[in-house]
């Protein structure tokens, strides 16, 4: 995962929202900025299901169908002498599908990124593993944790510790650096577009 360019991404993203919604006198956009975070978080959980155990779906939401493709017209192939599949990269089988859980993460993705910016972190000087607990139950909740110590105490190693574990959870999720990168890069195009029409 190249770490300079999505920080780049969202420093322009920060820079053109400073700029729609600038900061208040007093205000610690930091302390909003963790806030968001455990709401993206909450949403990521959500889209998880696993720790639901009262339900009977605890499956993961990482496929979900929203609409016919226009492109194949719902074939999911282009006709023709020799049929061609759908160059469409969310189209399955005709349908427009979506990741909730891969859109969710790439929400957290964003907020922590324009957290180390906040801080001034330096990406050139770091290689994430990707720390992982036991389950994945105990990486949310070791994450959570790391957030709350970074809020009590907005050191970089706290930083780092909340990043580390954050790289982890997607992994043991089952997400490809490509895939979350693909994933924050349409967000961010989103998020930018949002800008501009008023969100």
């Known amino acids: 995962m190249n770490l300079s360019k999505l920080f780049e991404l969202q420093r322009k993203l920060d820079d053109n929202i400073e700029k729609k919604h600038p900061r208040q006198p007093g205000e610690d956009r930091l302390a909003k900025k963790i806030l ?15 720790f639901k155990y009262w339900s009977y779906d605890q499956e993961p939401r990482t496929l979900v169908e929203y609409e016919v493709c226009k492109y194949c017209n719902g074939l999911g192939f ?15 089988d005709g349908e427009l599908t979506k990741n909730p859980l891969l859109e969710e993460f790439a929400d957290c993705l964003h907020f922590i990124l324009s957290i180390g910016l906040d801080i001034g972190f ?13 389950d994945l139950t105990e990486q949310f909740i070791a994450l959570n944790k790391a957030i709350i110590e970074f809020y009590e105490k907005p050191y970089e190693m706290h930083y780092v510790e909340i990043f580390d574990l954050f790289i982890g959870l ?21 998020n930018h577009r949002r800008q501009v029409n008023g969100y």
């Open 122 to 134: 330096d990406p050139e000087d770091w290689e994430f593993e990707g720390e992982q607990y036991h």
């Open 36 to 50: 968001a975070l455990y709401s993206e978080l909450g949403e990521l959980l959500n889209e998880w299901r696993e």
């Open 78 to 92: 282009l006709e023709g002498e020799i049929p061609s599949p759908c160059p469409v990269p969310n189209c399955v």
């Open 170 to 190: 997607g992994k043991m999720i089952g997400f490809t650096c490509e895939q979350i990168e693909e994933a924050y890069m349409k967000k961010n195009s989103e």
